[in-house]
Antibody, heavy 118, light 107 residues
Framework: QVQLVESGGGVVQPGRSLRLSCAASGFTFSRYAMHWVRQAPGKGLEWVAVTPFDGTNKYYADSVRGRFTISRDNSKNTLDLQMSSLKLEDTAVYYCARSDIVATIDYWGQGTLVTVSS | DIQMTQSPSSLSTSVGDRVTITCRASQTINNYLNWYQQKPGKAPKLLIS???NLQSGVPSRFSGSGSGTDFTLTISSLQPEDFAAYYCQQSYRIPYTFGQGTKLEIK
């Protein structure tokens, strides 16, 4: 069955960096686009970034563009999110998710919590 | 960016009620509209894709309709396990924006 397992969350100071990872299994990873979606405590869902099946392009929400970098390794079935210049408002649960060719997100990981605090 | 506006933001309702949640896009998105259910502490779950395509395993009391800019999610007879938050999302254009969510609460 499809499994997406995030890791790397934790507490970090404003202005510092953090790298999240997502390990995928149960499907052919190289055939799917992969996303990061986040949810601040008590708030709604915010789409963060996507990379297509081959990782050739990367797209970002305005709120993270220039600070976050999404990447994937199809040989290892992993998706990463490198986050730099973190802000208090980046505090959220970060979900790794997969989508089909029309960008419908059909599976989500369980999420990893990132807390930006001084 | 395409703005997605859901209403209501919360709804107090009872088991057996018929519930309709609406989602409006700020510009046409054809039928590239998905609905998700999220329970506390859990990841979202895809209920409906492409405005009206019920996902495998999702009970038939859930249905979706609409095209262009206006969409609805209907739950024909609420069950206890349906009390959760519901989100629409457009998959038409990046950034793939979500609605602000609708929380169903027990009356």
């Amino acid at each position: 069955q499809v499994q997406l397992v995030e890791s790397g969350g934790g507490v970090v100071q404003p202005g510092r960096s953090l790298r999240l990872s997502c390990a995928a299994s149960g499907f052919t990873f190289s055939r799917y686009a992969m996303h990061w979606v986040r949810q601040a405590p008590g708030k709604g869902l915010e789409w963060v970034a996507v990379t297509p099946f081959d990782g050739t392009n990367k797209y970002y929400a305005d709120s993270v563009r220039g600070r976050f970098t999404i990447s994937r390794d199809n040989s290892k079935n992993t998706l990463d999110l490198q986050m730099s210049s973190l802000k208090l408002e980046d505090t959220a649960v970060y979900y790794c998710a997969r989508s089909d060719i029309v960008a419908t997100i059909d599976y989500w990981g369980q999420g990893t919590l990132v807390t930006v605090s001084s | 960016d395409i703005q997605m506006t859901q209403s209501p933001s919360s709804l107090s309702t009872s088991v057996g009620d018929r519930v309709t949640i609406t989602c409006r896009a700020s510009q046409t998105i054809n039928n590239y509209l998905n609905w998700y259910q999220q329970k506390p502490g859990k990841a979202p779950k895809l209920l409906i894709s492409d405005a009206s395509n019920l996902q495998s395993g999702v009970p038939s009391r859930f249905s979706g309709s609409g095209s262009g800019t206006d969409f609805t999610l209907t739950i024909s007879s609420l069950q206890p396990e349906d009390f959760a938050a519901y989100y629409c999302q457009q998959s038409y254009r990046i950034p793939y924006t979500f609605g602000q969510g609708t929380k169903l609460e027990i009356k």
